[in-house]
C-alpha cells in the first residue's frame, strides 16, 4: 500500500504551476514548490508568530497540494476578475473545494487506514489555517511564489496583469503565521515591483 502511495504521489511532479524558476523560463511544479517550502519552513520556523512543530508544518507542506493531482492547480488570482494573457476557467476557484476533497478521499485513502487519517487529518488541518503550524504553512505557501515572482522580476505578474489589491487580498492571512516574514515580503519583493510597474497599481 506505501509503494502504490508512492508511485501515485510521482505524479504531483507533472503538476505544473504558474510560478517561474528563478530562470524566468521554466514554471515550477508542485513537487518543486513543496520542497522549496520544506527547506524555507526548517530555516525560517524562528520567526513564526508563535512556537511550531517544525516537522509537523514540513510534513502539512510536503502533502497539501497532493490532492492536486487529481483536482489540479487553481490559479491565485481566478477568482479576482482579472484580465489575463491565458485562458482559465473563471469558475474554478467556485469548485476547488469539492474537487480537492474529492481527490483527498481517494489519494489518502490509498494509504494504510491509520495513515491514511494521519493524513487526511493534517491535510484538513492545513485548510482550516485555525493552529500555528497551520498558519505558518499558509505564509511559506503564499511567500514562496511571490519571493519567485520578485526573483524574476515580476514576469508572471505582469504576464497576467496582476493588481497590487489582488496580492493584498490573497495574502490578507500571511501575517497571521509570520508577521515579520510577510514585512520583509511587503519591503523587499512587493514595493520594488510596484515602483517599478510590474505590478498594477
Not at 496580492?167 to 497571521?176: E, P, Q
Request: proline letters at 1%; charged letters at 35%.
Amino acid at each position: 500500500q506505501l509503494f502504490n502511495f508512492f508511485r501515485e504521489i510521482d505524479k504531483e511532479k507533472f503538476i505544473g504551476r504558474q510560478t517561474y524558476l528563478t530562470d524566468g523560463v521554466r514554471k515550477e511544479n508542485d513537487a518543486e514548490h513543496a520542497w522549496h517550502m520544506a527547506i524555507m519552513t526548517v530555516l525560517l520556523a524562528g520567526y513564526a508568530n508563535e512556537k511550531i512543530d517544525v516537522l509537523k508544518t514540513v510534513t502539512m507542506l510536503l502533502i497539501h497540494d497532493i490532492v492536486e493531482i487529481d483536482a489540479g492547480d487553481t490559479y491565485a488570482y481566478d477568482d479576482d476578475g482579472a484580465k489575463t494573457k491565458r485562458a482559465y476557467d473563471e469558475d474554478a476557484k467556485k469548485t476547488q473545494r469539492k474537487r480537492e476533497v474529492k481527490a483527498a478521499d481517494r489519494i489518502f485513502g490509498l494509504l494504510p487506514e491509520k495513515q491514511g487519517k494521519e493524513f487526511r487529518a493534517l491535510w484538513e488541518e492545513f485548510e482550516a489555517q485555525e493552529t500555528a503550524e497551520s498558519k505558518f504553512a499558509r505564509t511559506m505557501d503564499n511567500i514562496q511564489p511571490i519571493m519567485l515572482n520578485a526573483a524574476t522580476d515580476g514576469k508572471a505578474w505582469e504576464e497576467h496583469d496582476v493588481h497590487i489589491e489582488q496580492i493584498l487580498n490573497r495574502n490578507r492571512n500571511t501575517a497571521k503565521g509570520s508577521e515579520a516574514i510577510w514585512e520583509y515580503a511587503k519591503e523587499e519583493f512587493l514595493r520594488p515591483n510596484l515602483e517599478n510597474g510590474k505590478i498594477k497599481k
